[in-house]
């Protein structure tokens, strides 16, 4: 009686079954796509988020406020580059340790990002010119001495950080979350939504987090 051949048929079995992980998964991406495109399924939703910060709901419209150069001189918002903005807030006549180091942090995660640093930039938004605001702190954040000065402060210590003005008036709608204390500060979008917000609780590693997801997700 012939004894029955296993071997081969499961050896056939394995490699039609490798054979069939590609094409598995192309088809399982193509099914997830087309619900993702229908709006049937929340792909962030599912992983739980991919965010560290908070996330504006709505966000907020910078892009329509009615913005100025330091000297007072209306500078409408622009974006030529597609860039993602760190944005850090500031009003009143002295620059506090919360205000200095909030202007350290966003360097540091900008020269953090490597490669991707010419897709983020930097802006400081503030309710007086720098002429009329002095830097309060007996030391930066690096351990250098500080100087009075906040606009020479800004030209040594942040050169390439945008200055834009912003009645007072608008603050409560745009950065309602810097009326009380702590040092908050923002993610503007490419298209000038102000989406998302900082503050002490969120480490220099999850914001690098959340900038390379983002900047990897989108096409800006």
Sequence with gaps: MQQPVTAPNNGRMVMLLI??????????ATWLWWFVVRGDLDIV????????????????????????????????WSNTDHQWTLLVTHS????????????????QIHMALGKEFPRVRRMLVTDRAPADTS??????????????DFEQFLLNEHG???VLRLDAAAWPVL??????????????????????????????????????????????
């Design 160 to 162: 390439g950080l945008s």
């Design 92 to 107: 009143g006549a002295e620059c506090l340790e919360a205000c200095e180091y909030k202007l350290y942090l966003t360097r």
């Design 175 to 220: 950065f309602p979350e810097t009326l009380a204390a702590g040092q908050v500060w923002y993610l503007v979008d490419p298209a000038g939504w102000i989406m998302m917000a900082y503050d002490e609780g969120d480490s220099y590693k999850d914001v690098i987090s959340d900038l390379k997801f983002l900047l990897k997700n989108s096409g800006d």
């Design 45 to 76: 939703e599912m992983l739980g988020t991919a965010n560290r910060g908070t996330l504006l709901d709505p966000p907020r419209a910078l892009a329509a406020a009615e913005l100025n150069g330091p000297s007072g001189t209306p500078l409408p």
């Design 135 to 148: 830097l309060a702190v007996a030391a930066l954040s690096d351990g250098k001495p500080a100087l009075p």
């Design 19 to 28: 054979a069939g992980i590609p094409v598995t998964m192309v088809l399982a």
